[in-house]
């Protein structure tokens, strides 16, 4: 275990594992990709930024690669995706983290441009990210995870942020249908879901736990 982890037990296994992380350009994001490349792991960071997600494939040297992509279409989810296969072989874990807040608005002022983007990222694009990272992993025979990132400021709500705390618990149905492929494969290849509550309220949404370990 390396010297930044000494101590830290909560994730192991991940030595040369294949993992994408979305929405890691900066923050919790980032920090994921640091802490998993730490951990030994090889990772795609992916962010509509290309360039904040070329810095932290940058820093992280020869172990990440870096890829810019929008996950709110099905071409954006699929590219994170296939950049791992690229670079690395295949994919091993997912982590849908990428998130928007978008403008602050009340609810009597409802914008609808900003609801669709705000939409777009946070749900359809963690079903795209399971999408596209499901697809690959049944191809490679099962096995692996996804990681989805939702947010308590959907159980508190804030005035000034209705499409933010409306959109923040979307993902969560998504890993209970994701767990609907364990019918069709054999136990010991059955892709392990789950998913972390980040603890702030209508704060920058890139965020993040570095999820748990593979087997």
């Known amino acids: 275990m390396s010297t930044a982890t000494k101590g ?6 991940l030595e040369g594992k294949s993992i994408v992380v979305t929405g890691a350009g900066a923050g919790i994001g980032a920090a994921t990709c640091r802490r998993l490349v730490a951990e ?5 960071a992916a962010d509509i930024d290309t360039s904040a997600a070329a810095a932290i494939a940058k820093e992280l ?4 690669v870096a890829v810019g992509a929008d996950v709110s279409t099905p071409e954006g989810a699929a590219a994170c ?6 670079a690395f072989g295949r994919v091993d874990a997912f982590h849908a983290n990428a ?6 608005h009340l609810v009597a002022e409802f914008d609808v441009a900003v609801y669709e983007q705000v939409f777009g990222v946070n749900v359809r694009g963690a079903f795209l990210s399971a999408h ?7 191809a490679q025979g099962g096995g692996g995870g996804i990681q989805f990132t939702t947010s308590l400021a959907s159980l508190m709500g ?10 923040t ?3 969560d149905p998504t890993p209970q249908h994701a767990r609907s492929h364990r019918e069709v494969l054999p136990r010991r290849h059955s892709c392990r879901m789950g998913r972390s509550r980040s603890p702030g309220c209508g704060k920058p949404p890139r965020r993040a736990t570095p999820g748990s370990a593979l087997s």
């Open 40 to 44: 030994g792991a090889r990772v795609v």
């Open 99 to 104: 998130g928007v807040e978008g403008r602050a």
């Open 61 to 64: 040297g020869g172990e990440a």
């Open 169 to 171: 618990d979307g993902p």
């Open 81 to 86: 995706v296939s950049a791992a296969v690229e």
């Open 158 to 167: 804030s005035p000034s942020t209705a499409s933010w705390t409306h959109t």
């Open 132 to 138: 596209a990272a499901l697809t690959q992993l049944l």
């Open 8 to 13: 830290i037990d909560v994730l192991k296994g």
